[in-house]
């Protein structure tokens, strides 16, 4: 599993975004340039990636430092590369940043777990030691490149999103990553408001590109009608759980026949990704249950 696949997406000379595309989990590495500096964000996946998208962002249009690194929440695949960047500040939500020990355990343990999958070695890897925590908006620039980074939980307890007004652009972490299939880890209600929030800002922002941390970029109308999908499936999934309960099934069958419905719902095969769909019932099931 060593052998890297990667591919790096730049765009015109005043475009100041670089994706740098893993085909591990089709993760997103982010990369800003502006005129005086850079900033990576969620920095990752392997060591060789990580040296590829700094390198670029170090010598792409010109010399320049990577001034910050964004990590807009805990979880493992986020915060490989925080330390890829020596020098450079490294800025994460508050609820992030002071994680209890318990929790940051678990995050360690899922790099490690990851590094033994990709045969990569990281032994100095820590938890990451934060020079900005912010509570509901950062906000820096790197030369004509204004970024904003905007508290946002539902996907996470823990996850922001970074708006870049320059080039319209709004990096949504693990938000539509798939649109039609919601990637909540934490409250369902939570990940609905923040969908809604985003539907908000992307009409007072005229946000025109949205950049996920997995998976494609959507552009233009696909937008607003990807939030929608996703605001979708959840008030589907409602229907689907309750009526499963309503039939007298105990609730792991109703979970489980409500999450295998939503696949024959979204007609095609999307191989281990429709876990998902088990996991945000459950999600649904807790709701339902208060």
């Known amino acids: 599993m060593s052998n890297s696949g990667a591919w790096l997406t730049a765009g015109p000379a005043d475009d100041p975004l ?8 089709g993760y997103n590495s982010i990369g800003i340039i502006g005129e005086d500096s850079a900033c ?3 920095p990752g996946v392997r060591p060789g990636e990580l040296t590829r ?3 670029s962002l170090e010598t792409r249009r010109g010399q320049r430092l990577v001034s910050n690194v964004v990590l807009t929440h805990s979880h493992h695949d986020h915060i490989r590369g925080w330390q890829a960047f020596p020098g450079a500040r490294i800025s994460m939500p508050q609820v992030a940043a002071e994680k209890p ?5 678990r995050i360690l343990a899922a790099v490690r777990a990851i590094d033994e999958h990709l045969a990569v070695t990281a032994p100095e890897f820590t938890y990451p030691l934060v020079d900005e925590a912010f509570d509901e908006m950062l906000a820096f620039d790197l ?3 204004p970024v904003e980074v905007h508290f946002l939980p539902g996907h996470s307890n823990c996850t922001s999103v970074v708006h870049l007004p320059s080039c319209k652009t709004l990096l949504t972490a693990d938000y539509l990553v ?3 299939l ?3 880890r934490w409250e369902v209600e939570s990940h609905e408001d923040a969908l809604r929030t985003l539907l908000r800002w992307c009409g007072e922002w005229g946000v025109e590109r949205i950049v996920p941390a997995h998976n494609e970029i959507l552009q233009g109308e696909r937008l607003r009608a990807a939030i929608l999908e996703d605001l979708e499936y959840f008030a589907v999934l409602r229907e689907v759980v309750a009526s499963e309960l309503a039939c007298g099934r105990d609730r792991e069958s109703a979970v489980r026949r409500a999450a295998k419905r939503m696949g024959v719902r979204r007609g095609r095969d999307i191989g281990g990704r429709r876990r998902q769909d088990l996991d945000n ?3 649904v099931l807790g709701v339902l249950g208060n």
Not at 18 to 25: A, C, E, K, N
Not at 101 to 105: E, G, L
């Open 18 to 25: 670089i994706v740098l595309r893993s085909d591990f989990w």
């Open 40 to 42: 990576a964000v969620d």
């Open 53 to 55: 998208l700094r390198r």
């Open 101 to 105: 020990a318990q929790a940051r355990q």
């Open 143 to 145: 030369g004509r490149c």
């Open 178 to 180: 798939m649109p039609g």
């Open 182 to 184: 919601p990637y909540c």
């Open 281 to 283: 019932a459950r999600r």
